[in-house]
């Protein structure tokens, strides 16, 4: 008997105008790009084309920039919200998923589903939840906090909420809308669910009044590389994003983070690990030498 055919997972880390803070200027870029639905549309459509499996946006809730004084170079200023972005994204496409930066930190968890699981419906089952805690001080001074909550203390308000997200979009069963017109059912009452979560940092009662995720529950997408970051990936995501410098680097974080679904009760291939690739397109370097060699007289 053959062994399953692996493929290669492919996601976009679309960046507005590209990692690089001084992108725009290139005579190439699309310097508004952070606030140009057609520039995002014609990238969401090429990696579909593609036969890429997500678009993937990161995000903040505070400008990214760390010094006031050279802000005005970057393009980190301002772009859309990712899941507003996302919804958009959702009516031009058809397969590519969609995976939407959304802070823990910084958010409440009926939001979040609400969101999510309203996403998945308008993409027909296509939305992804990259789950952060957030990064600085900036973000949280728009909330009403003068300083960023510990690390430890981010993650562990991470885990609940994760759980709580779940909880909701399990508000209601698969086939619990009826919609019949002669008994006058749009729902069976025994398929509604409330959650009455009540946990250290949320107490929720639910139900989510959104209908259950075509998915059941929208892809989990997980980025973080700490010891914390990695015990959340392992217990709760099916994908995770990591940026390693050496090959070692990556075998060492692949085998930590393997080792650690047992504990969960999951298995190791239910958990894809997606390394970032930095592509840098140009001449090769015969094509190079060509165009430098002069033909003697």
Known sequence: MNAPRRQLKLGAF?????????????PGAQPDAGQNIAHYRQIAQTAERAKFDALFLADGVAIRAHDRHTLHRTARAASFEPLTLLSALSQVTER?????TVSTTYNEPYHVARKFASLD??????????????????????????????HGARYERAEEFVDVVRGLWDSWEDDAFLYDRDEGLLFD????????????????????????????????????????GQDLAARTAEVIFTAQQSLSDAQAFYTSLKSRMDSHGRHPDQLKIMPGVF??????????????????P
């Open 14 to 26: 679309v960046m507005a105008t590209g990692h690089h803070v001084a992108g725009w200027r290139h």
């Open 96 to 100: 590519i998923g969609l995976v939407a």
């Open 121 to 150: 419906h308008l993409s027909g089952g296509r939305a992804g939840w990259n789950v952060v805690t957030s990064w600085s001080e900036h973000e949280a001074q728009n909330f009403n906090l003068e300083k960023h909550p510990e």
């Open 189 to 228: 009452p025994e398929k509604l669910h409330t959650l009455h979560h009540r946990g250290k940092h949320f107490s929720v009662k639910g139900p989510l009044n959104v209908a259950r995720p075509v998915q059941g529950h929208p892809v989990i997408v997980q980025a973080g590389s700490s010891d914390a």
């Open 279 to 296: 592509p840098v397109v140009g001449r090769s370097e015969s094509e190079a030498r060509e165009m430098e060699w002069t033909p003697p």
